[in-house]
């Protein structure tokens, strides 16, 4: 069965450092998303990306975050200087038709640790 | 602002009992509800999608139930299993959005033998 894939598994960085979270969304899909999960609380949505923009964001996704797709099959998100807050596990999910139609697929995702 | 949340937190049963996960979301005016499973250190799976119009998904020993004037949803979980354990989450996309799902809180159970 087709999978979102995500590397690292694990990102130790020290604070003020850039980090870049890698993901390889499922090989037909259109519709792109990172969510991340702070631990102990709620999955929340970060950004959703299609046709190589930005569709939607959250107050969340400031000027610190970015998104790309440097090519068919990557999709990544870099922070630049982190911050000791933004500790997390980062999920990336994608699907085919949009989140309005169908199930969105996930990856294991990146934990984040700051230091 | 859509606020999600999922009753129990924790569930403990043993192992054949059938179970209900409770979700309730505070705007009703949603595109459909998801139910999602998350196991430790891993990613999210999605179990069920249930659309706006409908009332009732099923798949296998799963069943999830919509009210959405009332605002909730629920998780049948038949014979459960072990292989059960893990966290329930329920998400919700409102009509104001095309893209984002407001997750719930969860509901960790753990099916003993």
């Known amino acids: 069965e087709p999978e979102v894939t995500q590397t690292p598994s694990h990102q130790v960085t020290q604070m003020g450092q850039e980090v870049i979270l890698r993901c390889v969304p499922i090989?037909?899909?259109?519709?792109f998303y990172w969510y991340r999960q702070i631990l102990g609380q709620k999955v929340e949505f970060l950004v959703s990306?299609?046709?190589?923009?930005?569709?939607?964001k959250s107050e969340i996704f400031d000027d610190q975050f970015s998104v790309e797709r440097p090519d068919g099959s990557n999709f990544t998100l870099k922070i630049r200087s982190t911050k000791l807050e933004d500790s997390a596990m980062y999920f990336c999910?994608?699907?085919?038709?949009?989140?309005?139609?169908?199930?969105?697929?996930f990856g294991s995702g990146t934990q984040l640790s700051v230091l | 602002k859509q606020e999600v949340t999922q009753i129990p937190a924790a569930l403990s049963v043993p192992e054949g009992e059938n179970l209900v996960l409770n979700c309730s979301f505070t705007?009703?005016?949603?595109?459909?509800l998801q139910w999602f499973r998350q196991d430790p250190g891993k990613g999210l799976t999605s179990l069920l999608l249930?659309?706006?119009?409908?009332r009732e998904q099923t798949s296998g020993r799963l069943n999830a139930s919509l009210d959405k004037s009332s605002g909730r949803s629920t998780l049948y979980i038949a014979a459960s299993q072990p292989g059960d354990s893990a966290t329930y989450l329920c998400?919700?996309?409102?009509?104001?959005?095309?893209?984002?799902?407001?997750f719930g809180t969860g509901t960790r159970l753990q099916v003993t033998l």
């Open positions: 990306f299609y046709n190589n923009e930005i569709s939607e």
């Open positions: 998400a919700v996309i409102g009509t104001g959005t095309a893209s984002k799902l407001t």
């Open positions: 999910a994608s699907s085919d038709t949009g989140v309005l139609f169908e199930k969105l697929f």
């Open positions: 090989s037909n899909h259109l519709y």
């Open positions: 249930i659309q706006s119009s409908q």
């Open positions: 705007d009703s005016a949603i595109y459909n």
